[in-house]
């Protein structure tokens, strides 16, 4: 019989601490989220050196709960996988020095991560990945569809040109004085309104992949500007209802069209954005009429960022021979396409 | 009795282990280079050359700021993940207090070490040597170096200034304080990690899960916010 494969993975790429155990790749052990948004609320958004500060504070707290949860020492495990990039640099660079440090002392090979490899990799902890596969990532910092041919290899097809989706959800939000962050506040807004304003819808060039969300968010705001200058008033709801159909609009005839291309036996949800309602309704309706596509939403808690995703990328790229040495640095603009 | 010491709070990085009153070895360079690229390389290194293993670790010591933000969380970062993983103490050192330990053994007067903040302002504080030992007379601070030149005016004894920066402020102090400044030489101006490890042998031990730099100046976001709020800020 295999000995089991233990994998810790380090994530702070942004405004949470995380760390997870995770076994053979597919089983939690432990998964510890120090989140940090109640600091960055009264800014309206993450503060980079306050994040840094943040880890700092909440770096061993966490990895010891990991090892306590999952009942094992430093010993037992075979890999420490770390968030290289992309991300905030001060942020990324916390989980790296920690990781860098963990894999000297205690002489165990040190795995580099990319985050969106990471939040692909979620849905391996909910089933088993069949190839090929499409993962559509929405978050705040991306929004792609990458082709995945095999484990570890990663093809990005189509990306926004400008913002992220979640970018633009949090922009709307602001117009409708919504408090940070704002994607779920419009998430809920939308579900009681209509998508009575008829917004743009970004297709881009013909057989395009890519995405475009700056139009979009202009149109919004000027059609809140342009009622109030008539003295009309646009039911909030309505206007997030008219936002959400628009960007998830696009998003699923997109994903839908590369699945026909690319002949995939999966597609995957990924990104913090996938926690949004809509967007899985939609999916959910979208793909229950294409027989033969299997369609895999991770839960909530796997959407956002976490480490357990880090761990189970982590466990895949570990199984390839992908290491770093004790020189690994934090990369904020790391592509995914590298580790191919 | 086995301390790594370890100092990426600003561009010096320094590395050093010492044994039973021995200096086994030690690193440093004075270089822009990434630190974060550098420092495990360079701890690993040393303590190869000094074939002593992580868990013939006995404490480790590390430099706190001020600084660099990002530079002094390295350092502090991999201290603490090191000391808490292997279940050994950690001790904090201000990085003014390192420079001024060296060279202020043999001089009879106070010793301002100093980093350049930028507008000129300097992170300084103010030490000395009474019986053998090296006291703080004015903690670490940020200050503006003509208010700080005034300051030592004051004082009744030479003032030994130390620091990679000096270049950037000694005209200033020459002129307020004229032969009462004293300037170290450049081979002087990098912390040395030894010392760094020798202070931390003797001063009590950190919470390690609770410790962090010694930053002294709140986060620009942080000030700006309370600013706005109408909160007054202290000093
Ligand atoms: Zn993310």
């Known amino acids: 019989m295999k000995k089991d494969q233990w994998i810790m993975g380090l994530e702070t790429s942004c405004d949470e601490t995380a760390v997870a155990i995770i076994k053979n790749g597919r089983e939690i052990a432990a998964n510890i989220v120090a989140s940090q948004i109640e600091s960055h609320k009264r800014f309206g958004g993450v503060v980079p050196e306050i994040a840094s500060r943040h880890h700092v504070e909440q770096i061993t707290i966490v990895i010891e709960e990991a090892l306590n949860q999952a009942n094992l020492s430093f010993s037992d495990l075979d890999g420490i996988a770390v968030t290289e990039g992309p991300g905030l640099v001060g942020a990324l660079l916390i989980g790296v020095n920690a990781a860098k440090a963990l894999a000297f002392a205690h002489n165990i090979p040190l795995v580099p991560i990319h985050h969106i490899a990471g939040h692909i990799y979620a849905n391996q902890l909910v089933t088993e990945l069949k190839f090929p596969l499409l993962s559509l990532v929405v978050s705040g910092g991306h929004t792609e569809i990458v082709y995945m041919k095999e484990h570890g290899h990663f093809e990005v097809i189509g990306e926004t040109r400008d913002d992220a989706a979640g970018e633009a959800y949090d922009k709307v939000a602001r117009t409708l004085n919504l408090p940070y962050p704002g994607g779920p506040h419009i998430d809920r807004l939308a579900q009681g309104g209509k998508d009575t304003l008829d917004l743009p819808r970004a297709w881009l060039e013909e057989g395009s992949y890519d995405f475009s969300f700056s139009g979009l968010k202009s149109a919004v705001i000027n059609t809140v500007h342009n009622a109030e200058q008539r003295g009309e008033v646009i039911a909030p709801e309505d206007l997030a209802a008219s936002f959400q159909a628009s960007v998830i609009d696009v998003l699923v005839k997109k994903i839908i069209r590369a699945t026909a291309e690319y002949e995939v036996k999966q597609v995957l949800l990924a990104g913090g954005v996938a926690a949004n309602k809509g967007l899985r309704m939609a999916l959910e309706k979208a793909f229950s009429e294409k027989s033969g596509i299997e369609l895999v939403i991770p839960p909530l808690n796997l959407c956002t960022d976490n480490a357990a995703m880090i761990a189970a990328a982590g466990s895949i790229m570990f199984e390839k021979g992908i290491r770093a040495d004790l020189s690994l640095n934090a990369n904020p603009g790391l592509d995914i396409e590298i580790y191919n | ?235």
């Not at chain 2, 050994?88 to 980093?115: H, N, T």
């Not at chain 2, 004229?178 to 009590?204: C, D, M, W, Y």
């Open chain 2, 1 to 235: 009795m086995t301390i790594l010491s370890i100092d990426t709070s600003n561009y010096a990085l320094g590395v050093a282990l010492i044994e039973d009153n021995q200096v086994l070895g030690e690193y440093i360079t004075n270089l822009k280079k990434n630190h974060s690229v550098r420092i495990m390389p360079a701890i690993h290194t040393l303590m190869k050359d000094c074939e002593r293993a992580p868990s013939d670790l006995t404490k480790v010591v590390v430099a706190k700021g001020p600084g660099s933000y990002t530079g002094v969380r390295i350092g502090v970062t991999i201290a603490k993940t090191l000391a808490w993983s292997l279940k050994i103490p950690l001790v904090g050192v201000s990085s003014l207090e390192i420079l001024a330990s060296g060279i202020g053994r043999y001089f009879d007067g106070y010793i301002s070490p100093l980093f350049d903040a930028r507008r000129g302002q300097v992170y300084t504080g103010l030490f000395r040597y009474q019986s053998g030992v090296l006291e703080s007379i004015k903690e670490d601070r940020l200050v503006m170096i003509n208010d700080w030149a005034s300051t030592l005016k004051e004082l009744d004894k030479p003032v030994l200034f130390v620091g990679n920066d000096l270049p950037l402020h000694q005209a200033v102090l020459e002129d307020t304080l004229s032969s009462q400044a004293v300037f170290a030489a450049i081979t002087e101006h990098n912390p040395r990690p030894s010392e760094l490890a020798l202070l931390g042998s003797v001063k009590q031990a950190e919470d390690i899960h609770s410790f962090v730099p010694n930053y002294i100046r709140l986060a620009e976001a942080e000030t700006k916010w309370l600013e706005a709020n109408g909160k007054i800020l202290k000093g």
